[in-house]
């Protein structure tokens, strides 16, 4: 099956920083959704984006399909940004989405 | 606000003993999933319904079972949990032509 790799695992930051992140995955994909799981367990949907840029508000996200990587970008970072962050894609034929390995990041004040 | 509801929050069960978990939406999916999440993982796909097809991952125990009875709720049914079991169990939903996946705070099963 498809594999889907997210770096960095780990991310420590100061409240004000930006960062990306980033999301390798080994098939074509025809889904690719970005979560942000907060410290209570919830999983947010930030971005379905396939293909092409998208942007909300401090984040935004940029997929290059044919490269087989997705990046999330985070900008001005608060602390409510802590959690984990997972990238999540399905192929082509299979009806699930296949979650990454996640990135844990830590905002400080 | 539509949304995916589950109860309850946290379950405590005995292993061995019988345990259900729930999941409701307000969304009108025709998709519901359940995930199994344990600590510091990533959400491991158990099973998933497109309306009332039942759709099963290869490498989910027989121990869990579902149940659709309207296109409102989804049950997920542990047979016999064991202490590999405890784990935060997720339930999403989605719709064809709508592929965002939509999920549940989660239930946070311990088995003692």
């Known amino acids: 099956g498809i594999q889907v790799e997210q770096s960095p695992p780990d991310l420590i930051l100061q409240e004000g920083a930006n960062s990306t992140l980033r999301c390798n995955f080994s098939d074509s994909v025809n889904n690719l959704q970005w979560f942000h799981q907060n410290p209570w367990g919830q999983l947010i949907n930030l971005f379905y984006i396939p293909s092409g840029t998208k942007q909300n508000g401090r984040l935004s996200a940029t997929t290059v399909a044919t490269e087989r990587y997705s990046l999330l970008y985070i900008s001005s970072s608060q602390t409510t940004d802590s959690g984990v962050y997972f990238c999540?894609?399905?192929?082509?034929?299979?009806?699930?989405?296949?979650f990454g390995t996640g990135t844990r990041l830590l905002v400080s004040p | 606000d539509a949304m995916v509801i589950q109860n309850p929050r946290y379950q405590v069960t005995q292993f061995g003993k019988p345990v259900t978990l729930s999941c409701s939406q307000t969304l009108n999916h025709n998709v519901m999933y359940w995930y199994q999440q344990k600590s510091s993982q990533a959400p491991k796909l158990l099973f998933h319904?497109?309306?009332?097809?039942?759709?099963n991952e290869a490498d989910t125990p027989d121990n869990f079972q579902s149940r659709r009875p309207n296109t409102s709720f989804c049950f997920l049914d542990i047979r016999s949990p064991g202490l590999g079991d405890a784990a935060m169990y997720l339930c999403a939903t989605s719709r064809p032509g709508q592929e965002k996946l939509f999920f549940g705070s989660g239930t946070q099963l311990s088995v003692l």
């Open positions: 999540a894609v399905e192929s082509p034929g299979f009806q699930k989405l296949v």
């Open positions: 319904y497109y309306d009332k097809d039942f759709n």
